[in-house]
């Protein structure tokens, strides 16, 4: 069992950066794959970004790739999502997911764990 904890959001103006972090319970977390997915008000959620477990391979939605980046610190039980080059339509409520096994990075329903989320919101 995983218990997933997200922090770091907030205010930022459009241009700026944040740093996500995801603190995980437990004596395994560097056993788990994990993921950035957000959800806009009125819209679906969607994978962001994710980090494999086993060789650090990193995945962005073509959204990400550029401006945020995807790392975990195995020591600390914590995953991170750095985020620069801020826009108004990343604002969203992100949420930080674990999981064990399997290949599909991009599908919430492959996570198994999920932190209760931190908003970011980018003023224009």
């Known amino acids: 069992q995983v218990q997933l904890v997200e922090s770091g959001g907030g205010l930022v103006q459009a241009g700026g950066s944040l740093r996500l972090s995801c603190a995980a319970s437990?004596?395994?977390?560097?056993?788990?794959?994990m993921g950035w997915f957000r959800q806009a008000p009125g819209k679906e959620r969607e994978f962001v970004a994710a980090?494999?477990?086993?060789?650090?391979?990193?995945y962005y939605a073509d959204s990400a790739k550029g401006r945020f980046t995807i790392s975990r610190d195995n020591a600390k039980n914590t995953a991170y999502l750095q985020m620069n080059s801020l826009k108004p339509e990343d604002t969203a409520v992100y949420y930080c997911a674990g999981k064990r096994w399997g290949s599909d990075w991009y599908t919430g329903a492959a996570y198994n764990y999920w932190g209760q989320g931190t908003q970011v919101t980018v003023s224009s």
């Open positions: 980090i494999s477990w086993s060789d650090g391979t990193t």
């Open positions: 437990g004596r395994t977390f560097s056993t788990y794959s």
